[in-house]
């Protein structure tokens, strides 16, 4: 889990709240992921950058909405999500696309 | 559709014996990870085989990929407590993204 950190590890908000996830990278990587695992379910790809350009959005629907400043540093910001998206949200990178990923340990969200 | 789906779900074994994960995909790939990830927590990169590849060998783990059969398996060998987890293979498609299976959950009784 060295290498890529999360912030906050737990977050707990209202439907009409509006919240950030943070994900940095030190690994000087390329590439950048936003996941969602819920509960027996497939780890399920929300966002993909690579140099800091969305290359892929998995039909996410548009109260996430992710920002990626630097090839460092990925954010996820929330509004009036629903309490079906209460899941644990991963970060990764990796040195490039196509190669392996390193992954964050996760903020774990409930949506109350 | 899910790409990579493991067999069996579960598995259940005693410390110093062998664990066998089985993966299928469905189209044609670029490369087939297999990744670990101990409960509630990150998940951690174990292998990449490439699909020219068919074996690959890290410390206790082999990994065997068969294109013609669209399909992977992971072998644990002289398995220790601290390989409970749940694995879970990946399939990359178009260098674009990895696509996840189901897992499998391995659980290592001493």
Redesign the interface.
């Given at each position: 889990e060295t290498g890529v950190t999360q912030t906050p590890r737990h977050l707990v908000m209202g439907m009409t709240n509006k919240k950030s996830l943070k994900c940095e990278q030190h690994l000087g990587h390329n590439a950048m992921y936003w996941y969602k695992q819920s509960a027996k379910k497939p780890l399920e790809l929300m966002f993909v950058y690579n140099f800091k350009e969305q290359t892929e959005n998995n039909s996410v629907p548009s109260r996430f909405s992710p920002e990626c400043p630097n090839s460092s540093h990925l954010f996820l910001h929330l509004h009036t999500l629903q309490p079906e998206d209460s899941a644990l949200y991963l970060c990764a990178s990796s040195p490039g696309l196509g190669y392996e990923q390193y992954f964050g340990p996760g903020t774990r969200l409930t949506v109350t | 559709s899910?790409q990579?789906e493991e067999d069996p779900q579960a598995l259940s074994i005693q410390e110093g014996e062998n664990a066998t994960m089985n993966c299928s995909y469905k189209t044609s790939i670029?490369?087939l990870?297999w990744?670990r990830q101990n409960s509630?927590?990150?998940?951690?990169?174990l292998i990449?085989i490439r699909s020219n590849e068919r074996e690959k060998h890290s410390g206790r783990l082999r990994v065997t990929l068969d294109t013609s059969k669209k399909s992977s398996s992971l072998l644990i060998t002289a398995s220790r407590a601290a390989d409970t987890a749940s694995y879970?293979c990946?399939t990359?498609a178009d260098?674009?993204?990895?696509?996840?299976?189901?897992?499998t959950r391995l659980l290592v009784s001493p």
């Open positions: - | 899910q990579g670029n490369n990870q990744y509630g927590r990150g998940l951690v990169h990449l879970f990946a990359d260098f674009q993204k990895l696509v996840f299976g189901t897992g």
